[in-house]
């Protein structure tokens, strides 16, 4: 086979095999639909992602339908399989894309977009949607990014917005019936639109004003919903959970098993889209995820358990189930990790254990460095909280101490900034004050400061971004003043942070730009060694895109966005109501302490905080 010959001659052919433990293998015969899951990738990403698990697992649950993996090939394979003429494929049964019903994408990131083209031409796949023909695969996408859809709908047949276990279903379910129907491709479309959570693009035509803002979308089909609102699951204790997913043949970011307890976050962060998209918080039980632990760690034989959420310690029972996980696999030396864990609820005893078992660093993230810009953002966190779970961590053998912070973040000064020195100083200072013998040698604190990138469904989704000299300059303005020698600075180049920010908030106007930096070379944007600003910004003007109206321009309240067809169930009018609060640096309760009103809980389906404890 071809195959077998070009994988001799790339970097890490196992991303290419498949036949992995746990992977499904099905009889062709039996099967009426077939999905290509397709994440913009490299297999170590893709395969980390914790909703390609939960969906192949749902797919293929069903007897008459196959999901089967598909990943983006690095650069060098790329290359052999353009010359041998190799079609993208999958890696279950190494079919080639286009012979699949369904190219299925997930959108974790803006800066994967290009990949998305890249790979649908790999696949023999017409990359516009406008080209393909009765006969060719329906692409279809979902993920985060799908909420502004609107700068990749020349690419994507349909997306699917929100949660995807039972809507994904329906949409097979609808493509069974329109096959034995005999229908044409359009009336797939006018079908599977009627579905609650799904947005079909060509069906709305945008209309601008004058001055180059939207001022609205047009139906242009009569099965297109006015709004189209997101899908969400009630209960996730009824939901079908992985109780064994596929064990990778080499290392990938996240090599654990991933406990999900909960979606949606009380906290309210203004900055952070996945706050907001995610609402409202459902919870599974304790005992339901106790038993998928068991199930996980027996099936894969994985030495570490992750508790996956917004905010891990926001689950009520968080320490009743984390004790629990420990205790039960402590003597079979499998870790606990704990990622998202809020500063103000770090546990003495729990640290103690996990201490136990194995020694990691502990990761904080203040996102910004005083109090009044905290505020702004609503973090609900002060220096004090900050202060106590860094002493808890000194005392109790932690030396490795990592601190997030944002740059450039809404109404931000120098005295901001100033305040991250302040911070870090503050905890070297703190490790020296405890008496040798009550602390780890060695110590170590990394200050990491990523650019601000204003995103749709936030509140601060009508502020525009700084610019690269200004976020340059505040960069250098830390690299100046952290001087310690117990500290590290991390910083990322802020090109891509500005490129993600125009594709955040784009429209449709973006599409030809996206298509164009793809024809430059575009692909891999987000990762450094492959991005390349010049061919960005040559492709926006190529086309004749003002790329600084969709970063730097502050957007008025009053104004129609590219997104406000979606209905997320957080009402804009609340995100406004956060806006002006933020520009007052007035702080928002936590669900848990005060329902703020933002509509999520008052869709007769899904549970917040507060009524799951009436």
Known sequence: ???????????????????????????????????????????EIGMSHLGLKILYDVYNRRKDTYCERVFAPWVDMEEIMRKEDIKLFSLETKTPINEFDFVAFTLQYEMSYTNILNMLDLGGIKVKAADRKDGDPFVMAGGPCAYNAEPITDFIDFFVMGEGEEVNLEIVDCYLKWRKEGKSRDEFLEMVAEIEGVYVPKFYTPVYNEDGTIKEYERNNGHAKRKVTKRIIKDLDTLTYPEKWIVPFLNVVHDRVMLEMFRGCIRGCRFCQAGYIYRPVREKSKERLEKLAESLIRNTGYEEISLTSLSTSDYRDFHPLANSLIEKFKPMNVNLSLPSLRLDSVSLKLLDEINQVRKSGLTFAPEAGTQRLRDVINKGLTEEDIMNACNLAFRNGWNTIKLYFMIGLPTETYEDLDGIVDIANKVVDLYYSIPKEERTKGLTVTVSASTFVPKPFTAFQWCGQNSIEEIKAKQDYLKKNLTNRAVKFNWHEPEISVIEAILAKGDRRLNKAIYHAWELGAKFDSWGEFFDYDRWIKAFEDVGV??????????????????DHINILVSKEFLKTEYEKAMNETVTPNCRQKCAGCGASCVGTGVCFERSEK
């Open 546 to 563: 003002d790329y600084k109206y969709y970063s730097e321009r502050p957007v008025s309240l009053d104004e129609k966005l590219a997104w």
């Open 1 to 43: 086979m071809k195959l077998d010959k070009i994988l001799k001659q790339v970097e890490k052919p196992i991303r290419y095999t498949g036949g992995e433990l746990n992977s499904c293998m099905k009889d062709l015969r039996d099967i009426r639909c077939r999905i290509a899951f397709c994440f913009p990738d490299v297999y």
